[in-house]
């Protein structure tokens, strides 16, 4: 089946660490985003990439850093120059005007 | 920048009934496209319906129906025969049309809680 798979589900992060999150799609998508969910709030965006290799920034970049090496896959890492990361982060991809979305992965601070 | 305002933080629905949720927003384009996105429990996002801005006719999907008035900016999303399984965070969002350049291009509003009563 064609989707958008993130993973994982649930991760935590210690004090200092650096985390990876996994978004890979296999829906032959161009463009990928990331979002940051915190609770009742709306999606705000990370960064997002229209080719492979290339990507932009999005509104709260800082403390964030991700790579497209190929048009499936684009993982963010949450380093430790973000202070505050406990949330929802949902991965996203696109062609032309629909927005389909993985299932998403909480992150939390132990 | 385009901004989209979703001006109920929360709305209650009794079962069988009908709803409409707002949204605004804010562009000086002509030719974009609206969505509205539900979110439940699971908070996986699930898309609603969609409108495109140059078509006049509101889009429907079964009970799920859009009232767009595009010099107003207003696109609010009514749901008929409300069921339990309507419960959820629902999201208007705003996307550009496609430009090789690079851009935001699709933009959210802070959502309305819909709660179903039995």
């Known amino acids: 089946d064609g989707g958008i798979t993130q993973s994982p589900k649930y991760l935590f992060r210690k004090e200092g660490q650096n985390v990876t999150l996994s978004c890979e799609q296999n829906?032959?998508?161009?463009?990928m985003y990331w979002y940051r969910q915190d609770p009742g709030q709306g999606l705000r965006l990370i960064y997002y990439?229209?080719?492979?290799?290339?990507?932009q920034k999005g509104d709260i970049a800082e403390g964030y850093s991700v790579s497209r090496e190929k048009k499936e896959s684009f993982p963010l890492t949450v380093t430790s120059a973000q202070k505050n990361p406990t949330a929802f982060y949902l991965c996203a991809s696109s062609m032309s005007e629909k927005l389909f979305f993985g299932s998403g992965t909480q992150l939390s601070v132990l | 920048a385009q901004t989209v305002t979703q001006s109920q933080p929360e709305m209650s629905v009794q079962e069988a009934e009908t709803v409409t949720l707002s949204c605004t927003y804010d562009?000086?384009?002509?030719?974009?496209?609206l969505f509205w996105y539900k979110q439940p429990p699971s908070r996986q996002m699930i898309l609603v319906i969609r409108q495109e801005a140059y078509k006049q006719q509101n889009a429907t999907e079964n009970r799920f129906s859009v009232n767009f008035q595009k010099a107003a900016k207003s696109f609010s999303l009514k749901i008929s025969d409300s069921q339990l399984g309507d419960a959820a965070m629902y999201f208007c969002?705003?996307?550009?049309?496609?430009?090789?350049?690079?851009?935001?291009?699709?933009?959210f509003g802070p959502g309305t809680r819909l709660s179903v009563l039995p």
């Open positions: 990439s229209q080719i492979v290799n290339d990507f």
């Open positions: 829906l032959n998508h161009d463009a």
């Open positions: 562009t000086s384009e002509s030719d974009y496209y």
């Open positions: 969002a705003y996307r550009t049309p496609y430009r090789d350049n690079y851009g935001q291009n699709f933009v």
